[in-house]
């Protein structure tokens, strides 16, 4: 079982910045790649960016140049920052990562967080 959790939504102006963060915990295993997605209202959940154990990264076009994704290894922490943030930003941020242990014979098995809400207000 893996535990995320997650904090560093809330309001801010367009034009802003905020940081998330996600913690995720595991007994036992390894944490593989870490991702945050987005689910805006009405709208379809979303990958926004992705970040693999090894450090590479990939983002959605309507946040390259604006957010950064970034990893602790050491303490299984994701971070999301974000930068010139756009109304078209406000959605709920969700912490994603896949794990893989013994007990699953090594194949990954997806975990999400409970969600965080962003608000960019215009």
């Known amino acids: 079982q893996v535990q995320l959790v997650e904090s560093g939504g809330g309001l801010v102006q367009a034009g802003g910045s905020l940081r998330l963060s996600c913690a995720a915990s595991?007994?036992?295993?390894?944490?593989?790649?870490m991702a945050w997605y987005r689910q805006a209202p009405g709208k379809q959940r979303e990958l926004v960016a992705r970040?693999?154990?090894?450090?590479?990264?990939n983002y959605v076009d309507s946040v390259k140049g604006r957010f950064t994704i970034s990893r602790d290894n050491a303490k299984n922490t994701v971070f999301l920052q974000m930068n010139n943030l756009k109304p078209d930003d406000t959605a709920v941020y969700y912490c994603?990562?896949?794990?893989?242990?013994?007990?699953?014979?090594?194949?990954?098995?997806?975990?999400w967080g409970q969600g965080t809400q962003v608000t960019v207000s215009s």
């Open positions: 994603n990562t896949e794990h893989s242990s013994i007990s699953t014979g090594w194949r990954r098995r997806a975990y």
């Open positions: 595991a007994a036992s295993g390894i944490i593989n790649d």
């Open positions: 970040i693999t154990s090894g450090g590479s990264t």
